[in-house]
């Protein structure tokens, strides 16, 4: 039987996450970055968004969808979502993506990002 460890590697999801909580931890850490006010710049922002699209693979995958440890994960994630939504403003309206591949800015935002933000023509 495949192990949630062997479905992250499957996944390709990057190497350094190696269970559930490693992926956990790592959103949640974006989230509180961003709550805490990001001052990192919006090259940094869409590399640490990169971890909501590799939890992604996992909850749409059926494998995993099956498992006990799936509704908890799912509802981590989800009240994760929703503290990181209340931090941002989007700029487009395309709902069809997800939010985390969106236009957006932060409301609480650093110098770093400020100046990253400005800096985009």
Same mark, same amino acid.
């Given at each position: ?57 996992? !909850?749409?995958?059926?494998? *995993?969808?099956?498992? /006990?440890?799936?509704? $908890? =994960? ?5 009240? +994760?979502? @929703?503290?990181? !939504?209340?931090?941002?403003? *989007?700029?487009?309206? /395309?709902?069809?993506? $997800? =939010? ?5 800015? +932060?409301? @609480? ?13």
């Amino acid at each position: 039987m495949m192990s949630i460890e062997d479905l992250i590697k499957n996944l390709n999801i990057r190497s350094n996450f190696k269970s559930l909580k490693d992926l956990l931890d790592s959103w949640e850490d974006v989230v509180i970055e961003c709550q805490n006010e990001y001052n990192q710049n919006t090259f940094e922002l869409d590399y640490d968004l990169i971890v909501r699209g590799e939890i992604q693979l996992l !909850l749409n995958n059926e494998f *995993f969808i099956s498992q /006990d440890t799936y509704q $908890p =994960f799912y509802s981590k994630v989800c009240e +994760l979502d @929703n503290s990181f !939504l209340k931090l941002i403003i *989007f700029l487009d309206e /395309d709902n069809e993506k $997800p =939010f985390w591949e969106r236009k957006f800015i +932060l409301k @609480n935002a650093g110098e770093n990002y400020k100046c990253s933000i400005s800096n985009i023509k």
